[in-house]
């Protein structure tokens, strides 16, 4: 490096700068040497490995979070699919009680004409002594 002996303090701060992922320019400015002694400096010092090897660890890191956001977009598609379902399946529900309820209030309406008819002194009994005397007629 222009001459002179590289000190501890200049190699600790070319590895610094090496994982910041600087060029050699950059790091030349910064360490007032030229851009070749720093090339030269990091292939001796094995720094440009490092970087290679950092490098295909980020993409293979990059690689393994683009499947992991695939594997989680097919999970979507498929929760989007169950959600239409439970909703068309909750509309189907829905449907089908109310047309029960409507069934169900018709059925009731018809038991207590046709028990009207035939039991009219149940209607003219107050509220307590009228729920006493229906129960009895239900539950026999």
């Known amino acids: 490096m222009g001459g002179r002996r590289t000190t501890r303090d200049e190699l600790t701060q070319l590895e610094a700068l090496t ?4 060029t050699c320019r950059e790091i030349a400015q910064k360490l007032g040497r030229s851009p070749a002694a720093i090339r030269n400096l990091r292939y001796k010092k ?26 989680l ?7 989007c699919y169950e959600l239409d379902y439970l909703k068309t399946e909750k509309e189907r529900l829905e449907a089908t009680i109310r047309t029960d309820k409507g069934l169900l209030q ?3 309406t018809q038991g207590l ?3 009207k008819q035939q039991r ?5 009994l107050s509220g307590p002594e009228q729920i006493a005397m229906l129960l009895k007629v239900f539950l026999k």
């Open 113 to 115: 004409m046709n028990l």
């Open 120 to 124: 009219p002194d149940l209607f003219t």
């Open 46 to 71: 094995h720094l440009v490995a490092r970087v290679e090897d950092e490098t295909k660890a980020l993409f293979q890191q990059r690689d393994e979070l683009n499947n992991v956001v695939k594997n």
């Open 106 to 108: 018709e059925t009731l």
């Open 19 to 22: 994982k910041e992922s600087l």
């Open 73 to 79: 977009q097919g999970q979507k598609r498929v929760l």
